[in-house]
């Protein structure tokens, strides 16, 4: 197990809607990045957080929007949530550049 | 900009066979890294091995092993023995150095799912 945790494991919302998914980075490491996995793709990164700042953001609209706390766990919150925000959300923590280690997932399905 | 393609979408052998999984990428920058992940059912990416691009040493750990081709722009990965356990979808990633604070970013392909049969 890598140490990264995410919560909630599951979760269905309506379109419209708004969520946050939170992710807990490894002991040590200072940066979140986010990633969202649609069925059948690869991963999309959606955004990083390094100290409490983003650096960097992915072909994502504004509507997706993310915090990271001083002890460096971090939140992912989509705003009016529209169908195909149905994914598979991945939460990786690292040392700024080094190696990415990923969280379980969370799983959204949007009604 | 940074690009991986996995050709291969699906692949099926029988469990003890040899299976190799392709790997292109695509990248301007001369310092960059490569990466393998392996997907289970379950979702969570188990990271594999990552190389630097000014590494070209082929690595071999225990039934895994990579290659690493600079001048074809490929890191293809070989499951020695396979085993019922190797099943999953497996993803190269490419993360660029970049300058000025890059946020190395992983660029991943598709992936390939391997079906190990008994």
């Known amino acids: 197990e890598t140490g990264v945790t995410q919560s909630p494991t599951h979760l269905i919302k309506t379109r419209g809607q708004q969520v946050t998914l939170r992710c807990s980075s490894q002991s040590g490491h200072n940066t979140v990045s986010w990633y969202q996995q649609a069925l059948g793709q690869g991963p999309q990164f959606i955004f990083q957080y390094y100290r409490e700042e983003e650096n960097g953001r992915g072909n994502f609209p504004p509507r997706f929007s993310g915090l990271q706390f001083p002890n460096y766990s971090s939140e992912l919150n989509v705003n009016a949530l529209e169908l195909d925000d149905s994914a598979l959300y991945l939460c990786?923590?690292?040392?700024?550049?080094?190696?990415?280690?990923f969280g379980p997932g969370t799983r959204l399905l949007v009604l | 900009a940074q690009k991986v393609t996995q050709a291969q979408t699906e692949i099926s052998v029988v469990e003890k066979e040899d299976v190799t999984l392709d790997c292109v990428y695509e990248t301007r920058d001369t310092t960059y890294y490569l990466f393998w992940y392996k997907q289970p059912p379950s979702g969570e990416l188990v990271f594999l091995i990552r190389r630097n691009s000014f590494d070209e040493q082929n690595e071999i750990s225990g039934r895994y092993s990579w290659n690493f081709q600079k001048s074809t722009s490929s890191f293809n990965f070989t499951i020695t023995a396979s085993q019922v356990v190797d099943s999953a979808v497996y993803f190269c990633?490419?993360?660029?150095?970049?300058?000025?604070?890059?946020?190395?970013?992983?660029?991943f392909g598709k992936g390939t799912l391997l079906t190990v049969n008994p």
């Open positions: 990786a923590s690292s040392r700024r550049a080094e190696t990415q280690y």
């Open positions: 990633a490419l993360s660029e150095a970049g300058s000025g604070g890059s946020n190395y970013k992983l660029t």
